[in-house]
C-alpha cells in the first residue's frame, strides 16, 4: 500500500504540475518523476537480458505504441475536421522517442516510458557486467551527471530521452538500493 499511495501522489503531483504555470510546478517537476524511477528501482529484480527486454518491452514499449497510435489518430482526425492539428508533428515527436526538439513546438505525454524502458535496460546490463555495488553506483552517478551536463549545457539533442534517462537511471538506483 505505500507504494500505491506514493505513486497515487506522484500522478497527482503530475496533474497538477501540468496545470499550473507559476512558482509550484519547477517545485513539483523537481521530485514527482524522481519519486516514479525510486519506486521502479525498488522493484527492480537482476534477470537474464533477454527475458527482461521481453518483459519490459511488454509493460512499456506496448502502451507507449498504443499511446502513440492513439494521439497520431486523432491528430489526424482534427485535421480532417478542420482543427489545426500538426499530425506530422507528433508522429516525428513519437518516433524518436516523446520528448521533441524545443523548435517543434509539440510534446508528448508518454515519454517516461521509452525513457524507463531505456533505463531498465542499460540498469541490467551494468548490474550483469559488474558485481561491485561501489562500482555500480560511482558508473550510475557519471552517467547522471554526464546526461544531466549536456542536456543543461550543450546545444544538442539525442533521441529517445537519453538525456531524460541518464538522471532517471540515479533515481532508479537510488530505488534498488533502498529495497
Known amino acids: 500500500p505505500v507504494f500505491d499511495i506514493m505513486k497515487f501522489i506522484a500522478i497527482i503531483a503530475m496533474i497538477i504540475g501540468h496545470c499550473v504555470n507559476d512558482w509550484r510546478r519547477p517545485l513539483i517537476y523537481a521530485w514527482h518523476m524522481p519519486l516514479f524511477f525510486i519506486v521502479s528501482g525498488y522493484f527492480f529484480k537482476n534477470i537474464p537480458i533477454l527475458k527482461k527486454i521481453k518483459h519490459t518491452s511488454r509493460q512499456l514499449l506496448i502502451p507507449y505504441l498504443t499511446t502513440t497510435i492513439l494521439i497520431i489518430t486523432t491528430a489526424t482526425i482534427y485535421n480532417i475536421c478542420g482543427v489545426n492539428h500538426s499530425t506530422l508533428e507528433y508522429l516525428k515527436v513519437a518516433l524518436i ?19 524507463l524502458f531505456i533505463c531498465i535496460i542499460t540498469y541490467s546490463i551494468i548490474n550483469k557486467l ?50
Do not use: E, R
Open 97 to 115: 522517442g516523446g520528448i521533441n526538439p524545443i523548435d517543434w513546438g509539440v510534446g508528448f505525454p508518454v515519454w517516461f516510458l521509452i525513457s
Open 130 to 179: 559488474i558485481k561491485s555495488n561501489i562500482l555500480i553506483s560511482l558508473i550510475v552517478i557519471i552517467i547522471a551527471f554526464t546526461t544531466y551536463f549536456i542536456k543543461n549545457h550543450c546545444s544538442v539533442y539525442i533521441p529517445f530521452n537519453i538525456l531524460q534517462t541518464g538522471m532517471g537511471l540515479l533515481f532508479f538506483h537510488i530505488g534498488h538500493i533502498f529495497h
